[in-house]
């Protein structure tokens, strides 16, 4: 009898009960305690969900109050000394995630090619490990108290090395060994909770193009912990694309089992002769796309599998950890038919998973249930580029906007309160009228223009105030998108997105922006810049129909993008940003398959911006990247301004710009808006001055490094003022 095996659950909370009780405690209005309820409760009933679902392999240690990999960094004692000295546990964590008022936050950026971030582990050459496996005991035996036999899940050893950050610059192989003494104690520490327990290796990074010295690596690592405990089972699980070299290696190491994903890694078929004995985890329900699976595929897929795996050595399985999905379509009481019957979310998955399963064990072949394709247009529709070179735009643009030296601007949104949002779901819910809801945008508006001149800042933005995010907003005014109630997705921390549902063909239905952004103008006399989302962007964070390439349907979005940009300045607007915040997190993982992304990716944002006049300035945007591998990639996109988000490393990601010799202009993020805490006029000073020590001066423009939508007021006003006389005295 086949099993079934989830790679991991959502966290959040159906409701994003998590979120809110951990906002409150942040913001003093709930206890800890009321927070560690909190997350009880959904642990049980997640493991509950599952359970209903007769689901296998159940995990623990996938639930996180901020992050599993900040929980990874606390179980090996892998602190950075900046937090040592804070004794609470609880404030100690918060404080590495988020920072304090005397200390910076440890760095985020995207897991592999999701949006979803995590904390960069800080390492260096003397580090020590200190075990402290509380958590998992605490969470082990909770479930068992339910009834569970549960598999523990871990960030694995590699994957952990790859992913810190050397701050001392040391080789991360250096700490190899000490890093894997540590998982040692920890699987000799699990091995006394009990006998048979499966412990999952998380381990992405063996999805990538691997050196082979992270191959010869993998052999000693898995070497060793698979001969730790002859008690403890253990499962190396790899996902969001092909394994192949590293399952060559694992087949020869003493392991119980080696899970792949058959949904993003097809070519995962080719290595199942080398699996020997090992048990296979077969990622076969899409942990990443939220349409229902196509079950005659999936089954035809098992049979291919069988072809080489013996059926008592096949596990079925999600391809990735369901974190990468909303939680359950049964709260989208209000969504269109023909769009909701399309879905499977989180708990729809478990049904997926025990249904394939149970045809399987009966060899009931299904019938064919492939949804029906909708009509596109092609990349033929797409505008097409004509901008003259840098060099003679950068003339131009200089003399339409005379601004002065290190401009000064911010990323596009300001903080949006509770009675801002109260009034768009007034609006949404019919209960004031547009007249009303108008008015009172345009008084958000007004006033966030006053505080942006009174500050000082060279080029404004409206504030974004009629925008819920900044790919649903636009995704409301194009046909070919729909919209969950519900259907929340963990970003990072507490903050969650909720991803359009990208499932017809794109037009755009009337202007995106153009009412608001002319409206801000007509405030001020210095540039208002106008604020838009690439293609690239809207793609990578929307759940895309699955039936056409992707590279389609981003013509499509470019398309409708071109139009808008033509318009704006038409209307006066001088300077246009088009986000790409997205655009690293869609490269693949293999390096075999990113010449491809790039071409239509740098194709599609171009299209975008192609409408824009040589004295437009274009400015993009974009979020979390090492730019190391991608500097050329940036060139061809050719906007006259990027901003990037570099706050918490320093000047580092700079040094990529100054050695590719970037001709464009650059804004490095000078101050965190992820943390609460307000940088001081001497802290951005230094960190301007490292800016110079790469940059020309004239190349250099001064903003925070992201929107400011989810920060407050007050302390929005003190860091833009701090970043301000920064500036002045730079100049």
Request: charged share 25%; hydrophobic share 40%; aromatic share 10%.
């Amino acid at each position: 009898m086949s099993k079934t095996y989830v790679t991991g659950f959502p966290r959040i909370g159906e409701k994003r009960e998590l979120k809110f009780a951990l906002e409150a405690f942040w913001a003093g209005n709930a206890s800890f305690e009321e927070v560690k309820t909190v997350a009880k409760t959904l642990r049980e009933r997640h493991w509950k969900y599952q359970q209903e679902h007769h689901i296998d392999f159940i995990s623990c240690n996938d639930f996180s109050l901020y992050d599993t990999m900040l929980d990874t960094i606390v179980m090996l004692g892998a602190i950075p000394p900046r937090f040592v000295g804070i004794e609470d546990k609880t404030e100690r964590y918060f404080a590495m995630a988020r920072g304090d008022a005397q200390r910076a936050a440890m760095e985020m950026t995207k897991w592999f090619n999701t949006n979803y971030h995590y904390i960069v582990p800080e390492i260096h050459a003397h580090m020590a490990f200190h075990v402290d496996i509380s958590k998992i005991v605490d969470e082990y035996i909770e479930a068992k108290a339910l009834g569970l036999n549960p598999k523990i899940n871990l960030i694995g050893p590699l994957t952990f090395l790859a992913l810190a950050n050397p701050v001392d610059g040391s080789d991360i192989f250096s700490l190899f060994d000490s890093i894997l003494e540590a998982y040692e104690k920890v699987l000799k520490a699990i091995e006394s909770l009990g006998e048979e327990i499966v412990v999952q290796f998380d381990e992405p990074l063996f999805a990538k193009t691997l050196e082979p010295k992270f191959l010869s690596l993998l052999k000693i690592a898995y070497d060793t912990l698979g001969t730790t405990s002859h008690n403890l089972k253990i499962a190396v699980v790899t996902y969001f694309d092909r394994a192949n070299e590293a399952v060559e290696v694992l087949g020869n190491c003493p392991i119980w089992a080696i899970g792949l994903d058959f949904v993003y890694g097809e070519e995962n078929l080719k290595a199942l002769s080398h699996l020997k004995d090992k048990m296979l985890i077969a990622g076969i329900i899409d942990g990443r796309n939220v349409w229902k699976n196509n079950t005659a595929k999936t089954y035809a897929l098992l049979e291919q599998i069988s072809e080489t795996v013996d059926a008592k050595r096949l596990i079925l399985s999600t391809s990735c950890s369901l974190l990468h999905v909303p939680f359950s379509t049964r709260f989208e009481e209000k969504m269109e038919p023909e769009v909701k019957n399309r879905l499977s979310f989180a708990l729809e998955k478990l049904a997926e998973l025990e249904h394939i399963n149970t045809l399987w064990e009966k060899k009931e072949k299904p019938i064919a249930n492939e949804c029906p394709k909708i009509a596109t247009s092609t990349k033929s529709a797409a505008i097409f580029y004509t901008r003259s070179s840098y060099a003679t735009r950068s003339l131009l643009q200089q003399k339409a906007l005379n601004l002065p030296l290190f401009p000064t601007t911010t990323i596009g949104s300001f903080p949006q309160t509770k009675e801002t949002r109260a009034v768009r779901n007034a609006y949404k819910k019919g209960e004031i009228s547009q007249e009303q809801y108008e008015a009172s945008l345009k008084t958000s508006i007004q006033e966030c223009v006053t505080i942006q001149e009174e500050l000082g800042l060279d080029v404004l933005v409206h504030g974004e105030f009629e925008r819920n995010d900044m790919v649903e907003y636009f995704g409301e005014l194009l046909e070919g998108f729909a919209f969950s109630q519900n259907g929340w997705v963990q970003s990072y921390g507490s903050r969650c997105v909720k991803p359009p549902l990208l499932y017809g063909s794109v037009k755009r239905k009337q202007t995106l922006s153009v009412d608001w952004t002319v409206y801000a103008q007509s405030l001020t006399n210095k540039p208002m810049k106008g604020m838009l989302t690439g293609p690239v962007t809207i793609l990578n964070w929307s759940f895309v129909r699955d039936d056409i390439p992707k590279s389609e349907v981003a013509f499509e979005v470019a398309k409708a993008i071109a139009e808008e940009v033509d318009d704006l300045q038409r209307h006066d607007i001088k300077i246009i940003q088009v986000d790409e915040a997205a655009f690293k997190e869609g490269y693949p993982l293999r390096e075999e398959k990113i010449k491809a992304y790039e071409k239509w990716a740098v194709e599609s944002f171009k299209a975008s911006v192609g409408t824009a006049w040589d004295q437009t300035q274009i400015h993009t945007h974009m979020c979390y990247s090492n730019f190391n591998d991608i500097i050329d990639t940036i060139e061809r996109m050719d906007a006259d301004v990027i901003t990037i988000e570099t706050s918490r490393s320093g000047n580092k990601l700079l040094k990529v710009f100054q050695k590719a010799n970037y001709k464009a202009q650059i804004g490095p993020g000078v101050y965190d808006i992820h943390s609460p805490r307000i940088p001081s006029v001497e802290e951005m000073s230094e960190q301007i001055k490292a800016f110079l020590q790469v940059l020309p001066k004239e190349q250099l423009w001064i903003n925070p490094d992201c929107g400011l939508k989810t920060r407050g007021w007050q302390e929005t006003k003190a860091a833009l003022a701090n970043m301000i006389k920064a500036v002045q005295l730079a100049r």
